[in-house]
């Protein structure tokens, strides 16, 4: 008895997303590791960190490239988009530092930046924006964005 074509791919696709998921542990697993071996604290997260009006000079004020996602829970967009926020934070952990900022709960970061859509991905480097991209875009774009600056 033969397998038909449909659940072939079914299977297929399944397996894709396995090994594709433990390809991701292995290189966070890995990243965490040689940070440790090397007495490095890891200073950038695998996860975005949360920015406040508080925080927000010493979020972007390091020399590394900052990405901060200025977003609201009402927001659809803003969910839409969260997901691929938190996997580029997991690809480019050691390199570039994502943080998000509610805009309802900070608004004098979002007067500073002149926030007026979201969601707003503003890039910083050295305290100063060099970037910014404004509305639900695909991560291909933020990731070409990133790897764009961080040459």
Same mark, same amino acid.
């Given at each position: 008895?033969?397998?038909?074509?449909?659940?072939?791919?079914?299977?297929?696709?399944?397996?894709?997303?396995?090994?594709?998921?433990?390809?991701?542990?292995?290189?966070?697993?890995?990243?965490?590791?040689?940070?440790?071996?090397?007495?490095?604290?890891?200073?950038?997260?695998?996860? @975005?960190? *949360? $920015?406040?009006?508080? #925080?927000?000079? &010493?979020?972007?004020?390091?020399?590394? %490239?900052?990405?901060? +996602?200025?977003?609201?829970?009402?927001?659809?967009?803003?969910?839409?988009?969260?997901?691929?926020?938190?996997?580029?934070?997991?690809?480019?952990?050691?390199?570039?530092?994502?943080?998000?900022?509610?805009?309802?709960?900070?608004?004098?970061?979002?007067?500073?930046?002149?926030?007026?859509?979201? @969601?707003? *991905? $503003?890039?910083?480097? #050295?305290?100063? &924006?060099?970037?910014?991209?404004?509305? %639900?875009?695909?991560? +291909?774009?933020?990731?070409?964005?990133?790897?764009?600056?961080?040459?």
């Amino acid at each position: 008895m033969s397998i038909g074509s449909a659940e072939m791919c079914e299977g297929c696709e399944q397996f894709i997303f396995d090994a594709e998921e433990e390809l991701r542990r292995i290189r966070n697993r890995e990243l965490e590791e040689l940070l440790a071996a090397k007495g490095m604290r890891q200073e950038m997260s695998l996860k @975005p960190m *949360l $920015v406040t009006d508080s #925080d927000f000079d &010493e979020a972007v004020a390091g020399g590394s %490239l900052t990405l901060i +996602d200025c977003w609201a829970a009402w927001c659809g967009p803003c969910a839409a988009i969260a997901p691929a926020i938190e996997e580029l934070a997991r690809e480019y952990a050691g390199r570039v530092q994502v943080g998000k900022l509610n805009v309802d709960e900070n608004p004098k970061a979002v007067e500073r930046l002149q926030v007026f859509s979201i @969601p707003a *991905l $503003v890039m910083f480097k #050295d305290g100063r &924006e060099i970037d910014r991209i404004v509305g %639900l875009v695909p991560k +291909d774009q933020i990731r070409q964005c990133l790897t764009n600056h961080l040459r």
